[in-house]
């Protein structure tokens, strides 16, 4: 189990989260390219964010 460092008091607790098996990509996978728009209609694109440093895309129901 990993062991996680409790902000509050400093103090470290054991996860009690259950293993999953993950299905995520491995680091280090190219992106494929995509278009999103945001919710004004704009749309941003892999493309697009070439030149930043860095790109977080967030699904929130």
Known sequence: MDRSLCLIDNTFEEDTVAE?????LALGTPAVDFRLADPSGRESSLAGSASSPGLVIMFIS
């Open 20 to 24: 999953t098996p993950s299905t995520l």
